[in-house]
């Protein structure tokens, strides 16, 4: 059977081929467009399609792994609301799904809005800058360290800005003193016995999703913080028929969804999302995720080859890597 080139494309989406440090690399990247529902007591009110983009690329070299995530809204597109949050994570295995070192870097625009009332007074006292929370960590050696901070970039910079606005912030991050800030604050953690680095989220999410079995469940680390990832997977038909529908799966029953919560060991505190992906696939980046960004929000991310957004390369070749 003759497979056309765009067809190919399809099935492998974003799977490039090449070497670092002499071990194969392979990349993976799938594009999504971002739509929102806002919900009253978790009922939909309203929803709006194309309020965003998103990405996720996925990087293997060895026993090296680099995964990126990024999203943003469009304000013009979204009433004026400018959103977004980026994570680069990278890890080395020492062996399968024992890992050796850690790193990550993000940030995203912080926002307290609890209700619709409050999202509406911050569109319309939308101020000349806007606050972003940032957090990196390395963990290695038994030992994790990680940092949060605070900075403000202008309001007018937004998700298509990227990938100059990583560097923005990072030199917002860098441009005094950290530990002068008073939102700076450091957090390191002696890890059990026996444990060279902690699971970092995207990692443990991915781990999941590869994982043959039904259920998973694992413990990652993020901002100094411990936590529980509990996973569940079926299939469903219902989505597979509406993602075969847009050419975006060959085979609708083959579509599969994974249930994810994440608690917090510390306030028991739990954040459900959902996962959909191809069955005998898993290593790519998913096909469709969804989660409650806040109590009246409901944002969902869709693979689609034509989504627009800001440019995006691999890292694993860069030297703040593992």
């Known amino acids: 059977m003759l497979i056309s080139r ?23 990247q799938r594009r999504y467009r971002a739509s929102a529902t806002v919900t009253l007591l978790s009922i939909p009110i309203v929803s709006k399609s194309d309020v965003g983009s998103g990405f996720v690329l996925i990087e293997e070299a060895g026993r090296r792994t680099a995964i990126q ?6 304000p013009e597109n979204a009433r004026g609301l400018n959103r977004l949050g980026f994570i680069q994570e990278t890890v080395s295995e020492q062996n399968a799904g024992e890992l050796a070192e850690c790193a990550y870097f993000a940030f995203m625009t912080a926002s307290t809005e609890k209700n ?8 319309n006292n939308a101020g000349a800058t806007l606050p972003y929370a940032v ?8 030992a994790f360290t990680s940092k949060l901070d605070r900075v403000s970039l202008p309001a007018r910079v937004t998700w298509r800005d990227y990938p100059q606005l990583t560097e923005q912030v990072r030199a917002a991050v860098m441009s005094e003193r950290m530990s002068e800030r008073p939102d700076f604050k450091a957090v390191a953690m002696d890890l059990p016995a026996g444990e060279s680095a902690p699971a970092t989220f995207l990692y443990a999410v991915r781990t999941a999703l590869m994982d043959g079995s039904a259920r998973n469940s694992g413990r990652l680390t993020y901002n100094g913080k411990q936590y529980l990832l509990r996973t569940q997977k079926d299939p469903d038909p219902a989505m597979g028929e509406r993602l075969a529908a847009k050419n975006l799966v060959p085979d609708a029953g083959r579509v599969m969804l994974l249930n994810a919560h994440i608690e917090s060991c510390a306030t028991g505190q739990v954040t459900p999302f959902k996962i959909w ?18 109590s009246f929000l409901k944002l969902a991310f869709e693979f689609d080859p034509g989504a627009s957004g800001p440019p995006v390369s691999p890292i694993l070749d860069k030297k703040e890597t593992v």
């Open 6 to 28: 765009r067809n190919l494309l399809l099935l492998i989406p974003g799977a490039l081929l090449n070497r670092v440090n002499g071990a194969q690399q392979n990349v993976w």
């Open 69 to 74: 995530f990024g999203a943003g809204s469009f």
């Open 116 to 123: 619709i009332e409050q999202a509406q007074r911050a569109l």
């Open 135 to 142: 957090a990196e960590a390395e963990g290695k050696n038994g």
């Open 277 to 294: 992906f191809e069955s005998g696939q898993e290593h790519l980046p998913p096909l469709r995720f969804e989660y409650q960004a806040k």
